[in-house]
C-alpha cells in the first residue's frame, strides 16, 4: 500500500487514509527512471506499440534484453506485424508489467518507455545482439533467417505506475543515469521474512517512525534500498506509511542490516 499521488482527482471530502498522529517525515523513493531500470532489468516480457500501415495503433508481445545503458533489446521478424511496422515507423513504446501478486492487478508496477527504434551498428549491434540471444533461448537460430531484425529503442519518456494515484515520468538522460537497485533480487524473501518473523518490529517501527502511535499492526508491503513501505492498522482505520533507511544500501545483502537499523532506532 502506497499513499495516492497528491494530484489524483478525488471527491471532495474523501480521505485516502487516517493521517499519522505525530508529524513523521517519509522516508526517500526509488526515482521513476530507477524503478524502470530496476524491473526493467528482472524481466524479459513486454508489450510492444507500433503503427500499422493503416495508423492502427498495434499492441504485441515481445521478449526482450537490456543493454548496459538501460535500452531495450528486440529481435523482431518481419513476418510479425510489429516488425513490418518497424521497418516503415520507428517510433514506439514498450510496457514491462511487474509480476502481479496483489488481487487488483492495478496495484501491482509497471513502466512505460517512448522512443525511436534504431538498428545498431557496431559495437552496439554486438552488445545487443548478445543481449537479445541471452532473453530469447533460440535467437541464434533466428538469426540465421532472413527476415529477422534487431532493434534498439533510444528512450526519450519513461512513464512509471506503482499503484492507484502513484507515478512519475522522468527524461531520457535521468533513464540513462539511473542504477539498477542491487536489493531487488532480495526484496520478496525480505518482506516474507519481515511480515513472518518480526511483526512485533514492525508495529514498533510504525509507531515510533511513522507517526502512528494507535497503530495496532503493520505489514510490510514493500523494501528496496532506501527504505521500506508499511501498510498499518489502526482504530481510525487503515494507512500507508514510508519509511526511510539511515543510508541507501549498495549490496545486495544490504537489507537485513538497513532494517537492523530501523528496529533499533524505534526501540531507542
Known amino acids: 500500500m502506497r499513499a495516492p499521488n497528491p494530484d489524483h482527482q478525488a471527491p471532495e471530502g474523501f480521505q485516502y487514509f487516517p493521517p499519522p498522529l505525530e508529524a513523521a517525515e517519509p522516508g526517500p523513493r526509488r526515482t521513476p527512471a530507477e524503478e524502470a531500470r530496476t524491473l526493467l532489468a528482472h524481466s524479459t516480457v513486454a508489450t510492444l506499440a507500433t503503427t500499422s500501415e493503416d495508423g492502427t495503433p498495434w499492441a504485441s508481445m515481445v521478449v526482450f534484453g537490456t543493454l548496459a545503458d538501460g535500452a531495450p533489446v528486440i529481435f523482431v521478424s518481419t513476418l510479425a506485424e510489429h516488425g513490418r511496422n518497424l521497418e516503415r515507423e520507428q517510433r514506439g513504446s514498450l510496457m514491462v508489467a511487474a509480476p502481479i501478486t496483489n488481487p487488483d492487478p492495478l496495484q501491482s508496477g509497471r513502466v512505460t518507455l ?66 539498477v537497485d542491487p536489493t531487488a533480487p532480495n526484496a520478496d524473501y525480505a518482506v516474507e521474512h519481515l511480515n513472518d518473523d518480526h511483526a512485533d518490529a514492525l508495529l514498533l517501527i510504525s509507531q ?61
Not at 217 to 239: H, V
Not at 255 to 267: D, F, G, S, Y
Open 208 to 268: 515510533r517512525l511513522a507517526g502512528y502511535s494507535d497503530g495496532t499492526a503493520a505489514t510490510c508491503t514493500a523494501i528496496d534500498r532506501y527504505g521500506m513501505d508499511l501498510s498499518i492498522d489502526t482504530p481510525r482505520g487503515k494507512a500507508p506509511a514510508r519509511i526511510g533507511f539511515a543510508e541507501r544500501a549498495t549490496e545486495p545483502d544490504g537489507l537485513r542490516a538497513a532494517t537492523v537499523e530501523l528496529a533499533k532506532r524505534a526501540r531507542g
Open 114 to 179: 517512448a522512443g525511436r527504434w534504431e538498428k545498431p551498428e557496431g559495437a552496439r549491434e554486438e552488445e545487443a545482439r548478445e543481449a537479445a540471444y541471452r532473453a530469447m533461448p533460440y535467437g541464434r537460430t533466428y538469426a540465421k533467417f532472413g527476415d529477422f531484425s534487431l532493434w534498439v529503442l533510444n528512450v526519450d519518456r519513461v512513464r512509471w505506475v506503482g499503484g492507484y494515484g502513484v507515478m512519475g515520468s522522468d527524461d531520457a538522460a535521468a533513464y540513462k543515469a539511473a542504477e
